[in-house]
């Protein structure tokens, strides 16, 4: 059974930092390309920031030079070190895997970690 388990989300004020986890089992952990997402009430999911299988990075506009996206394939975990809050980074954040497997996409989603930034 795969799952993705993340981490660290909270309250927070602007300016400060946190750092989400996101542990994953049951898969292969360093074939996966990862990602972390963000949904905010009444708005799509969209993307925050990937890191490839080989550790190759990107980042959404809004966010680069903020957040840094890193992976452990030793802990099987990736992790997202948010500084310099904005109350516009408030959003659960979803951690993401995929990888293709010849015609199949397998991916998979976390639950989501609720981040709130007060201003």
């Known amino acids: 059974q795969v799952q993705l388990v993340e981490s660290g989300g909270g309250l927070v004020q602007a300016g400060w930092s946190l750092r989400l986890s996101c542990a994953a089992s049951?898969?292969?952990?360093?074939?996966?390309?990862m990602g972390w997402y963000r949904q905010a009430p009444g708005k799509q999911r969209e993307l925050v920031a990937t890191?490839?299988?080989?550790?190759?990075?990107n980042y959404a506009d809004s966010v680069k030079g903020r957040f840094t996206v890193a992976r452990d394939n030793a802990k099987n975990t990736v992790y997202l070190q948010m500084n310099t809050l904005r109350p516009e980074d408030t959003a659960v954040y979803y951690c993401h895997a995929v990888r293709n497997a010849g015609p199949v996409v397998q991916e998979y989603w976390g639950q989501g970690t609720q981040v709130t930034v007060s201003s």
């Open positions: 890191i490839t299988s080989g550790g190759s990075t």
């Open positions: 049951g898969i292969i952990f360093s074939i996966y390309h």
